[in-house]
């Protein structure tokens, strides 16, 4: 198992809003693929409070999700990851993605943004929050915080 720091309110999207893309400039993950904790980072990503698909996200959780803390310092989920593709800009001036097929004029998830890395994730599992201190890229638990890790899911 692998683990990522994501700023909030990232990190509460990738594990209750459905957010199936983590956006980064450059390829973290190398050619690892599998399972990746969630860590949400103490550092806030207050532009993303405005977006409007966090905002919608929010808005059609359910009130006991939507209840849920953006918890920063801790793990707050696991996820596969399943794939890392780029947009391609230059197909007839429309951006697409290779996410097993190509998406003509559309990005491959409402939450991918062109010029960046798309990390495809899939199949969140929310846990108690784990207390953690984050590390840039992708990052291996130590044996005590994986065990943490299993024993909550």
């Known amino acids: 198992m692998r683990v990522i720091t994501v700023r909030q309110p990232w990190a509460w999207a990738i ?10 400039t450059r390829n973290i993950m190398g050619s690892y693929r599998g399972p990746v904790a969630i860590h949400a980072g103490v550092a806030l990503a207050m532009e993303g409070f405005k977006d409007p698909t966090y905002q919608a996200a929010r808005n059609a959780a359910g009130p006991v999700v939507r209840q849920v803390g953006l918890n920063r310092g801790s793990i707050v989920g696991v996820v596969d990851l399943v794939d890392v593709h780029v947009p391609d800009a230059f197909h007839g001036g429309h951006p697409f993605c290779w996410p097993g097929g190509w998406v003509t004029g559309n990005m491959c998830s409402p939450w991918a943004m062109d010029g960046h890395r798309h990390l495809e994730l899939a199949n969140p599992r929310a846990i108690d929050p784990i207390p953690a201190k984050g590390k840039l890229g992708l990052w291996r638990p130590d044996a005590e915080l994986l065990a943490q890790i299993e024993a909550a899911l």
């Open 15 to 24: 594990v209750h809003g459905g957010k199936d893309v983590e956006n980064r």
